[in-house]
């Protein structure tokens, strides 16, 4: 009893941090499952393609047969986030800054690579970073950058000296060496700063060299002069199919916001294109959109349609910023047409096969546009409709 009061205060005292304590980790449990849940679900809605079929990565496990996905979801589930997904139209979709891959479309953000111990399969303590300026080079003037550096436990950077590096093309499954890589760390030919142990590898693409690419590069590094071999990987797109040449215009259209921008054509061909826009005010995501269509050659006007009830979900009035014009040009061995042509068109659909990429980029517009004023209440507030909506929802509907 002498012990319980003695020591009774502190004894409570301890109780009610360590209540404390558990409160806050399962509230910061609780906020990281939201977080999940959130971007998760931000993923879904950003996605163009339906998450309850079994062809997009962000979706629910589906088989794509329309029936119930492999997860054992019920068709009132799937039901329930069709509807959700589907009070937007795939060429116009929300979007957020969690949506980092549209946000950011021009940028690869490398993983660093943690040195292992051959001997005892052990972490060093050192970490590098072999990371590209862009995720592609477009054009043969235009020209890749990738940096190097490696740092200690303390993550200072140690001494890295380039033992041999070379640049290939991967195709199949296989790597063809291409024209070599330039590097330096003097504070030229793209190397920002002279002597501060990062590496700038410098690559200018041949006619050739289209695809895929990988810059390997076997290193020594820190006092105890470990060696390892790096991978950074990169797209190439030599040629210029096309390119956004900066004229843009803006308008209210059936409730919905339309940008348009000249496209100079160098190839005529199918293309798929892309633009976000931003809230002018705040620099907000708001949406993007898509555009996938045939463009002749010379000069073509193309349309992204931001659609209405986004922007009204977003409750932001404009002007808005248009801007990360980007694309490609297909370069399919298969025509869209062959799909209607019977066993005559599977025959030819089998039958096809390319040496060549399957995109050609287009030079993007990585400026803003900015449109003209505009009151949110001026767009719909309609969810989306169409003869493919309605079908998939009897679809759904005749699996309950």
Not at 202 to 231: C, F, H, R
Not at 297 to 322: C, M
Request: one cysteine or more; a negative charge.
């Amino acid at each position: 009893m002498d012990l319980i009061r003695r020591y009774g205060v502190y004894l409570a005292v301890v109780i009610l941090v360590v209540i404390g304590l558990i409160f806050f980790l399962i509230k910061d449990n609780v906020g990281s499952d939201q977080d999940a849940r959130e971007k998760a679900r931000q993923e879904r809605m950003a996605s163009n393609s339906d998450p309850t079929q079994g062809d997009d990565s962000s979706g629910s496990g589906s088989d794509g047969s329309g029936g119930v996905p492999d997860d054992g979801a019920t068709p009132e589930y799937i039901l329930e986030k069709y509807l959700e997904w589907a009070e937007y139209p795939p060429f116009s979709r929300p979007m957020s800054i969690l949506n980092h891959d549209l946000a950011f479309p021009f940028i690869i953000e490398t993983s660093p690579d943690y040195s292992i111990d051959p001997k005892t399969n052990e972490a060093t303590g050192y970490v590098c970073l072999f990371q590209p300026k862009t995720w592609a080079v477009i054009g043969n003037k235009d020209m890749m950058y990738v940096t190097l550096e490696c740092r200690d436990k303390a993550r200072n950077r140690v001494k890295v000296s380039i033992d041999s590096h070379q640049v290939f093309k991967e195709w199949e499954g296989q790597r063809y060496g291409v024209v070599s890589a330039s590097v330096n760390d003097n504070g030229t030919d793209g190397d920002q700063t002279r002597g501060d142990n990062i590496f700038t590898f410098s690559w200018k693409p041949q006619k050739a060299d289209w695809g895929q690419m990988s810059l390997v590069a076997e290193i020594t590094y820190g006092p105890e002069n470990l060696k390892t071999t790096l991978t950074s990987s990169f797209f190439s797109s030599p040629s210029i199919p096309a390119e956004f040449n900066g004229v843009f215009s803006d308008s209210l259209q059936d409730g919905s916001l339309i940008v348009r921008a000249v496209v100079n054509v160098y190839r005529k061909g199918k293309y798929h294109l892309e633009a976000n826009l931003k809230d002018e005010k705040n620099g907000e995501y708001i949406a993007y959109a898509v555009y996938d269509g045939d463009l002749v050659s010379g000069s073509n006007e193309v349309e992204f349609t931001f659609f209405g009830k986004i922007l009204r979900d977003k409750d932001l009035d404009g002007p808005y910023l248009a801007t990360s014009f980007r694309g490609h040009r297909v370069n399919l061995p298969i025509d869209p047409e062959w799909f209607n042509q019977g066993a005559e068109g599977l025959r030819k659909i089998q039958a096809a096969k390319t040496t060549e990429p399957d995109r050609e980029l287009v030079v993007p517009y990585k400026d803003e546009y900015k449109t003209k004023y505009y009151k949110v209440e001026s767009f719909s507030n309609a969810a989306w409709d169409s003869a493919d909506k309605q079908n998939r929802i009897r679809q759904i509907k005749a699996l309950q």
